[in-house]
């Protein structure tokens, strides 16, 4: 899969989820980025992964710079998420996802990406244990 969009049906909008992944997911974090996930119910309109990205207020006031680093983490992402998908054969399992910036400080672009594929490989070892 080297479908490099980020559609519509990819993203995490739902109320409901979101609530249940703070109260019951699993997490990994590289600083500064931590994926907080939980297997979801298989929907055929939706995405295998749906994901949403979160940037703390308390921690940068201003809303342009929690907008960029927003920006920031989807780019990471969009590029790096064959990677997930390939790994954890997504056919059989749905996940919703949730990518939270730690960090108090704005970090380089280069910093977040190169953690973005660090992480995903951390959760893919957590989702698959045995190996």
Known sequence: ??????????????????????????????????????????????????????????????A??????????REAYRLNKSYLYQQLKVEECHFALIIIYTSSEKVEYKVIHENMKRTMTQMIKALNPIE
């Open 1 to 62: 899969m080297n479908d490099f969009s980020f559609g519509k049906s990819e993203k995490l909008k739902s109320e409901k989820t979101i609530s249940k992944l703070f109260r019951s997911g699993k997490s990994v974090s590289k600083f500064p980025i931590r994926f907080v996930w939980l297997p979801i119910e298989v929907n055929a309109e939706k995405s295998a992964i749906q994901t949403a990205f979160s940037v703390p207020k308390k921690k940068f006031k201003k």
């Open 64 to 73: 342009v710079d929690r907008n960029r680093i927003k920006r920031q983490l």
